[in-house]
């Protein structure tokens, strides 16, 4: 062939390649995943608040499907957020505790999603998608030294992280109190108060003259209380600057971590993730670090809600969603964007600050809220939008979790699902464009902690879904609905209510988890409770044993694996964020 033949058949091989990359790039669509935090059913206005403003979250809303059955695999955050990440009930990743402690407290800790686990991300990295993770993550960070970064979010598919590695907490903030309260009293004052009983007897019993303790038994006690004194202050000074900073990728860019406009900081590098990638497809999480305490707004938000500081915070990432479909509307993105929104759990009722002032959201109608399986715990706002895929305005009422986006995510991606392991969640897409009217999901297992609390069974060809508790928290005030004496319900013992029989509710008729049946109110109880305790044991035969991640060896703070951008000690100080610029790389 001429060398003129052979330079034309070169450029058409080359134009025909460069419309085969375009053409792959263009049938893959993006991915904007909005997960908040502690933000209950009843705070979005689309899910029928009156008065807390979320323009942006109703817009998203009015433009996709409103899922009203859409649950958390976990009512805590690190157990909901792994099953979100893998598509799978966090038990079987070992991200499900076996103690009262659910979630990392210590960014210096050596659990987390393991290594083995396969994320969404992962996947689609592994189709060439750019893949970004901005805000909480609340995963682990490393195992064994702190190089390692083996459960950090680089290492679990995601190209860029720029964020919070642990969680948002009080003891972040400067005068918004402690969430380490009880184990404050139980561990350091109690201890106190009997040493200084033992120090005001023995002065006594001396002054009788019917016992001479030694002087060293005096210096003994005085030191005592002394150490027990000066590890609750250093505690007090280092724990904010050692687990309250932002990292860029493996860097830390504040420490400790500033929330002046934190929310605008992390909303602008998400907007600039999507311009950097508007050409090829994109995953972006963006991880809400609202609505956890300690609560927080920029001036732009502060004092202008109805609902206190909870209602500011809101509204301020309501802005934050709003921003990002703005830049997705500019970019005209919006059509080949799937766009999800949702909580990891319930609102936290009860979240009330020493004055009275109510920081817990709404959970709406139902009962209980984050940390139990009560629907007020797992029943979240769930909205998907795709324009042109997904028909606007739908309302699904249709049991659903939040495992289900990994599976829905993975096969619009192209990418096949994983074949050496279950996946719980199930492919949205078909009840989505309503090819189904049905879930895939016949039951649901609902667990507190790792123990299996509850299961939900939507009968093939029934309109009926029932809900079997095996255990139930026990409310304290007697008559309240949360657990106010704790601060968060526990999972066994003392702090909850077994039931033999399972107690059973007809949640499509009951929602509210009012009337529990009996044999009497519902004939078919015993065929019902049979075939979900039948459900229970063929799950329970799924389940592999794994190393337990949140374990007390795995939860507690190692100072080897403290992570600081400081070289002078723990003090830990520094302010990257500005000089780095708020853009990623």
């Given amino acids: 062939m001429p060398q003129k033949g052979r330079d034309m058949m070169t450029l058409l091989l080359l134009l025909l390649f460069l419309c085969e990359t375009q053409s792959w790039a263009a049938s893959?669509?993006?991915?904007?995943?909005?997960?908040?935090?502690?933000?209950?059913?009843?705070?979005?206005?689309?899910?029928?608040?009156?008065?807390?403003?979320?323009?942006?979250?109703?817009?998203?809303?009015?433009?996709?499907?409103?899922?009203?059955?859409?649950?958390?695999?976990?009512?805590?955050?690190?157990?909901?957020?792994?099953?979100?990440?893998?598509?799978?009930?966090?038990?079987?990743?070992?991200?499900?505790?076996?103690?009262?402690?659910?979630?990392?407290?210590?960014?210096?800790?050596?659990?987390?999603?393991?290594p083995s686990e396969i994320t969404f991300a992962k996947l689609l990295k592994d189709q060439g998608y750019s893949t970004a993770l901005i805000g909480k993550w609340h995963l682990g960070i490393s195992c064994h030294d702190p190089g390692d970064f083996c459960h950090h979010p680089t290492s679990h598919g995601f190209d860029y992280f720029h964020g919070l590695p642990l969680t948002n907490m009080r003891d972040c903030k400067l005068g918004e109190g402690s969430v380490f309260t009880a184990a404050f009293r139980l561990l350091v004052l109690l201890p106190m108060q009997l040493i200084a009983l033992a120090l005001l007897t023995l002065v006594v019993l001396k002054w009788l003259g019917l016992f001479r303790a030694p002087p060293c038994a005096f210096l003994f006690l005085f030191l005592l209380a002394t150490l027990l004194l000066g590890l609750l202050l250093g505690f007090l000074h280092y724990f904010r600057p050692l687990n309250c900073f932002l990292m860029r990728n493996r860097d830390i860019t504040q420490q400790p971590m500033?929330?002046?406009?934190?929310?605008?900081?992390?909303?602008?590098?998400?907007?600039?993730?999507?311009?950097?990638?508007?050409?090829?497809?994109?995953?972006?999480?963006?991880?809400?670090?609202?609505?956890?305490?300690?609560?927080?707004?920029?001036?732009?938000?502060?004092?202008?809600?109805?609902?206190?500081?909870?209602?500011?915070?809101?509204?301020?990432?309501?802005?934050?969603?709003?921003?990002?479909?703005?830049?997705?509307?500019?970019?005209?993105?919006?059509?080949?964007?799937?766009?999800?929104?949702?909580?990891?759990?319930?609102?936290?009722?009860?979240?009330?600050?020493?004055?009275?002032?109510?920081?817990?959201?709404?959970?709406?109608?139902?009962?209980?809220?984050?940390?139990?399986?009560?629907?007020?715990?797992?029943?979240?706002?769930?909205?998907?939008?795709?324009?042109?895929?997904?028909?606007?305005?739908?309302?699904?009422?249709?049991?659903?979790?939040?495992?289900?986006?990994?599976?829905?995510?993975?096969?619009?991606?192209?990418?096949?699902?994983?074949?050496?392991?279950?996946i719980d969640g199930r492919d949205l897409m078909p009840l989505l464009q309503m090819r189904t009217q049905r879930s895939e999901h016949e039951f649901l297992f609902h667990y507190c902690n790792s123990y299996l609390n509850a299961v939900r069974w939507h009968p093939p060809n029934s309109t009926s879904i029932w809900k079997a508790f095996f255990f139930t928290p026990k409310f304290s005030p007697e008559g309240a609905n949360g657990c106010f004496d704790t601060h968060v319900c526990f999972c066994y013992g003392q702090y909850v209510t077994y039931h033999d029989p399972p107690l059973l509710f007809e949640i499509s008729r009951d929602p509210r988890e009012r009337n529990p049946l009996t044999p009497t109110s519902e004939p078919r109880f015993w065929e019902i409770l049979e075939a979900m305790q039948e459900a229970a044991a063929r799950h329970a035969r799924t389940l592999q044993d794994v190393p337990n991640q949140l374990s007390l060896g795995n939860l507690m703070w190692k100072p080897w694996l403290q992570l600081c951008c400081s070289s002078l000690g723990l003090s830990c100080q520094c302010d990257r964020e500005d000089q780095d610029g708020r853009h990623s790389p």
Wanted: with cysteine; hydrophobic share 40%.
């Fill in 28 to 114: 893959k669509p993006n991915f904007v995943l909005l997960m908040a935090d502690d933000l209950g059913i009843g705070d979005p206005g689309c899910y029928g608040n009156k008065t807390l403003r979320t323009p942006n979250i109703d817009r998203l809303a009015r433009g996709g499907v409103k899922l009203t059955q859409h649950l958390a695999a976990s009512p805590l955050c690190t157990p909901s957020r792994a099953a979100f990440m893998t598509g799978r009930y966090p038990v079987r990743s070992g991200m499900a505790s076996q103690s009262q402690v659910g979630v990392f407290l210590f960014s210096a800790s050596s659990g987390g999603l393991p």
């Fill in 258 to 422: 500033s929330y002046d406009n934190l929310t605008q900081r992390l909303t602008a590098d998400a907007a600039h993730f999507l311009r950097r990638n508007a050409e090829t497809p994109f995953l972006l999480v963006l991880s809400f670090l609202h609505m956890h305490t300690a609560l927080f707004s920029s001036k732009d938000f502060a004092g202008k809600s109805q609902h206190g500081s909870y209602g500011d915070a809101a509204e301020e990432m309501d802005w934050s969603v709003g921003q990002i479909l703005d830049v997705l509307d500019e970019l005209k993105l919006a059509n080949n964007t799937l766009v999800y929104f949702s909580s990891d759990q319930g609102a936290h009722v009860e979240e009330v600050t020493v004055k009275g002032e109510v920081q817990g959201g709404s959970n709406g109608i139902y009962k209980g809220g984050k940390a139990n399986n009560w629907e007020g715990g797992i029943r979240v706002p769930g909205i998907v939008r795709w324009p042109g895929v997904i028909q606007a305005g739908l309302e699904i009422d249709e049991p659903t979790s939040n495992m289900d986006i990994f599976p829905t995510v993975a096969k619009l991606a192209g990418s096949p699902l994983p074949q050496d392991r279950v």
